[in-house]
């Protein structure tokens, strides 16, 4: 075999997919980001006829460009929570608004290989929106963010995607400066809320997409 990796992670892949099946998420595999767009805006987007879109921050989310398609898309309304034109009070008020849409997409901090998503947030709207509010959600995973278990999940999140989170945005924060968790009381702490989803409900209310690429943090 030429190049063994892909094929390592597409049987990993189809692993989780069962295990995210059995959690009553419905679960696609793409071999890329590109052909994850597609899925969503192909296949995900019209099956569930929404109309109402927005997101919660995900660079995974970013990295397909389906923001920017759907963005440019005249048969959605978008509620779109990354315009940076926005005062903090018109973005705060856009990320109430984008709790009642048909669809909110965002990624996960984490997967577990029993099928759990693991996250944790710093306003509250991208997990809220996960557990309920939006009629059908939709969540991009890069297979970086596959993880053993539970445990595996929350030090990955403190000890990685947390620090680097921090450093992306510029925050004062003191894992920006060791890479890792120091249970700050930084007035701009992004670690405040956790949520662990073991299971979809209803039924088939989250599709996730698992993407045969690193993405995202």
């Not at 009070?89 to 577990?112: K, P």
């Not at 557990?131 to 959600?137: A, H, L, N, S």
């Not at 968790?181 to 405040?192: A, G, H, K, Q």
Request: glycine fraction near 6%; charged fraction near 25%; include cysteine.
């Amino acid at each position: 075999m030429d190049d063994p990796i892909p094929h390592y992670w597409k049987i990993r892949l189809q692993k989780l997919k069962k295990a995210l099946e059995a959690n009553n998420f419905d679960v696609y595999i793409a071999d890329n980001k590109d052909m994850a767009k597609k899925i969503a805006y192909n296949t995900i987007i019209p099956a569930i006829s929404a109309r109402t879109i927005s997101w919660g921050g995900s660079m995974t989310f970013v990295g397909t460009r389906l923001y920017e398609a759907l963005k440019s898309d005249p048969n959605y309304t978008v509620i779109d929570t990354y315009d940076k034109s926005l005062s903090p009070e018109q973005g705060i008020q856009r990320r109430r608004e984008s709790l009642i849409v048909d669809l909110f997409i965002t990624g996960t901090n984490a997967v577990t290989e029993n099928g759990q998503l693991v996250n944790l947030d710093m306003i509250g709207n991208r997990v809220a929106a996960l557990t309920f509010g939006p009629k059908q959600v939709l969540v991009f995973v890069g297979r970086n963010k596959i993880v053993p278990d539970r445990e595996a999940a929350i030090a990955r999140i403190k000890n990685y995607a947390a620090p680097v989170n921090v450093m992306r945005l510029d925050k004062k924060n003191p894992c920006g400066k060791t890479g890792r968790c120091e249970n700050c009381s930084s007035p701009d702490r992004i670690c405040n809320t956790w949520t662990i989803t073991e299971k979809s409900f209803p039924k088939h209310r989250v599709k996730v997409v698992l993407i045969n690429e690193d993405m995202g943090f």
